[in-house]
C-alpha cells in the first residue's frame, strides 16, 4: 500500500468516483464526481478504470505529499499545479517519485480540478461507491472533506505507465460550457409565458451559496406560477427549480431526492459536466432543446467517451 | 396514470393527483413489481406521494419506449400482494431543548403544548417515501390542528433525531442538516446507520407510532 498525505486540504477537497446511482428508495442521492467527463478522462489516461476515486478539488486546491512516489494525472480545472516550483501540465501522466509533494493554488478558469491516481485513492465503499455525501457524512474519507494530517492509501504502481495522450479535438469538443442545454421541465405548463422568456433570454449568475447540492441562480427572476403548493414528487438530476420568491436552483449531484417546488427545465446529460465546473459570479445562459436532440447528443458524448481510437494518439 | 418527461434521462409516472392511501398504495405496487422484475435500464426509481420518478439508460431505450413498458408493469401491479406493513415505534421526548418549536406551534394553535404532544403520539402514521437526505422518510397525515407552514427561515442546523411537523407531515432528521421543519422533539434513536441492515429504520409502505419519554429516558444508555 502506497500513501497520500494531506499537507493542506484546499477549500473543499472530496473522494469521488461516479457515485452511487440507485438508492432514490432509501433517500440516497447518486454523490460522485461533478464533472464525471473530466473524472473518467483522467482515469483512461492512468489506464485505471473509469470510475476510479480521485479527489475532487474546488476553486483552490491543496497540498499532497507523496512518501511512496505515484503516477497522477490532473484533470478539470486548472489550479496552477506545481512540483518543486515546476508547472505539472494537465490532462497527461506524471510520475511522482517517492516523498515529493503537488502543491494547487486557486483556479485560473473553472471550479474543480481531479487528482486522479494511478491505482485510485483507496477508501470503504459505502452502498457500491467510494464517493463522499457531505450532507449525510456518508461515503468517501470518514463522510467528509479531507482535512491537514489526512492520510489516505492509493494504489500502488504495479505495472509502467504508458505516456498516453489525448487526441487534438477531444478537450475542446468536451469544454466546459456557459450555456447550458435544457428540456422542458414537468412543470414547464405551469410558468407564464414570460418566465419561459426570462429563462431562454436571461443572463443568470451563479450564487455564492451554490455546492453540490444545488447551484441557486441569482439574476432576473422567473414569474412563479400562481397554482397553490404542489405534491412533492422525484427531482432527476440537473433539475432548475423555482422557488416562490422566483429563484431559480438548479439541483446537482448531492442533491435532495425529492421537492415540491415546480421544475421549469432540465439541464441535458450531455451538458451535466458544465455545471460541475461553474464558479460563483459566472454568468450563464440557458437554450431549450428536444427530447429527441438532447438524447442524440447524450449518445455521441457517451461514444466519443467510450472510444480508446478517438480518445486518444 | 399519466406520463410526464422530466428530463432528457428521466419520466415522471403519476398514479393520482392528491396525498393519501389510495394514489400511494398503487405507487408502492408498481415499486415492488419493478423490484421483482427489474427493468435493466432503469438506473434509479424515486418514489413519492403520488408519483414515481424512472431516471433511465438513454443510450439504451428512449421516453416513448419506457412509458409503453411501465404501463404495462402497472397493468399488472393491482395483482402484487401489498404486503403486511411493519410497525416501528420510535420514542420522542418532546419539548424543551430538543423540540425548540414546541411552544410556537402550540402558542400558534392556542392550545397547551401538552396537547400540541398529544395530537402528534396519537397518531398511527404512514411512511409516504424518503427523501431529502439518506433515511428521511416524510410520515402523514398529520392532525389538521397542527398543520404548520414550514419556518420562514430554515435553521442551519437540526439536531439529528430531530422530530419535526411541516404542513400535514411529519419526519425525524437522521443527520444533523439543515432543515426548515418545526421541531417538537427528539428521539434517541439512531434513524439511519450504514453499519446496520436495513440501514434505514423507517422504510416506505411502513406504519410509524411515536411514544413519549422523559428527558432521563432519553439520556439512559440504551441496549443493543
Not at chain 2, 393520482?16 to 435500464?41: C, F, M, N, Y
Amino acid at each position: 500500500m502506497s500513501l497520500l498525505v494531506v499537507e493542506s486540504a484546499g477549500l473543499q477537497t472530496t473522494v469521488q468516483d461516479f457515485g452511487r446511482e440507485g438508492y432514490g428508495v432509501l433517500g440516497v442521492s447518486a454523490s460522485g464526481a461533478a464533472d464525471a467527463v473530466a473524472l473518467r478522462l483522467g482515469n483512461l489516461l492512468l489506464e485505471n478504470k473509469a470510475g476510479t476515486p480521485a479527489l475532487e478539488m474546488t476553486l483552490m486546491g491543496g497540498t499532497f505529499l507523496f512518501p511512496d512516489g505515484a503516477v497522477i494525472c490532473l484533470v478539470g480545472a486548472n489550479f496552477g499545479a506545481q512540483m518543486d516550483g515546476k508547472p505539472l501540465e494537465l490532462w497527461r501522466p506524471h510520475a511522482i517519485l517517492p516523498g515529493k509533494r503537488v502543491s494547487f493554488g486557486p483556479t485560473k478558469d473553472f471550479a474543480r480540478c481531479y487528482l486522479c491516481v494511478a491505482g485510485g485513492i483507496g477508501v470503504a465503499e459505502f452502498l457500491g461507491s467510494a464517493s463522499t455525501h457531505l450532507l449525510s457524512g456518508l461515503g468517501g474519507w470518514e463522510g467528509r472533506a479531507l482535512r491537514k494530517g489526512d492520510v489516505l492509501s492509493i494504489g500502488r504502481l504495479e505495472k509502467n505507465i504508458r505516456r498516453r495522450k489525448l487526441r487534438t479535438g477531444v478537450l475542446e469538443e468536451l469544454k466546459p460550457k456557459k450555456t447550458l442545454r435544457v428540456t422542458r421541465g414537468p412543470q414547464a405548463d405551469w410558468f407564464p409565458e414570460e418566465a419561459q422568456g426570462t429563462l431562454s433570454r436571461g443572463e443568470f449568475v451563479v450564487s455564492e451559496e451554490s455546492n453540490r447540492m444545488g447551484l441557486r441562480l441569482d439574476g432576473p427572476r422567473l414569474v412563479a406560477p400562481s397554482k397553490p403548493e404542489m405534491v412533492s414528487e422525484g427531482t432527476p438530476l440537473g433539475a432548475i427549480q423555482v422557488t416562490p420568491s422566483g429563484q431559480a436552483i438548479i439541483l446537482f449531484v448531492e442533491q435532495q431526492t425529492t421537492g415540491g417546488y415546480p421544475k421549469i427545465a432540465n439541464v441535458i446529460g450531455a451538458d451535466l459536466h458544465s455545471v460541475g465546473q461553474l464558479r460563483p459570479r459566472d454568468t450563464i445562459q440557458f437554450e431549450e432543446v428536444s427530447l429527441a436532440k438532447a438524447r442524440a447528443l447524450w449518445i455521441e458524448q457517451q461514444r466519443l467517451l467510450a472510444s480508446e481510437e478517438r480518445l486518444f494518439l | 396514470m399519466r406520463f410526464q418527461a422530466a428530463s432528457d434521462q428521466a419520466l415522471l409516472v403519476y398514479l393520482g393527483k392528491e396525498i393519501g392511501s389510495a394514489a400511494h398504495e398503487r405507487v408502492v405496487q408498481l415499486l415492488r413489481l419493478l423490484q421483482q422484475e427489474p427493468l435493466a435500464w432503469i438506473r434509479n426509481i424515486q418514489p413519492a406521494y403520488c408519483s414515481l420518478l424512472i431516471t433511465f439508460d438513454a443510450a439504451t431505450v428512449d421516453h416513448a419506449e419506457v412509458q409503453a413498458k411501465l404501463a404495462e408493469y402497472e397493468s399488472r401491479a393491482d395483482k402484487m400482494p401489498s404486503g403486511k406493513a411493519r410497525l416501528v415505534e420510535v420514542p420522542v421526548c418532546y419539548g424543551g431543548e430538543f423540540g425548540p418549536d414546541l411552544d410556537d406551534v402550540a402558542a400558534q394553535r392556542g392550545m397547551l403544548p401538552e396537547k400540541v404532544v398529544e395530537l402528534h403520539f396519537a397518531r398511527t402514521y404512514h411512511a409516504y417515501f424518503l427523501g431529502f437526505a439518506p433515511g428521511f422518510a416524510y410520515l402523514g397525515d398529520l392532525a389538521e390542528e397542527l398543520a404548520a407552514p414550514r419556518l420562514q427561515t430554515p435553521r442551519k442546523e437540526v439536531a439529528a433525531g430531530s422530530v419535526g411537523i411541516a404542513g400535514r407531515q411529519t419526519a425525524v432528521y437522521p443527520f444533523a442538516t439543515p432543515g426548515g421543519w418545526r421541531l417538537i422533539g427528539r428521539t434517541p434513536l439512531e434513524i439511519f446507520r450504514k453499519d446496520r441492515e436495513p440501514m434505514g429504520l423507517i422504510a416506505i409502505g411502513d406504519q410509524v407510532r411515536f411514544r413519549p419519554i422523559t428527558k432521563a429516558e432519553f439520556l439512559a444508555p440504551r441496549q443493543g
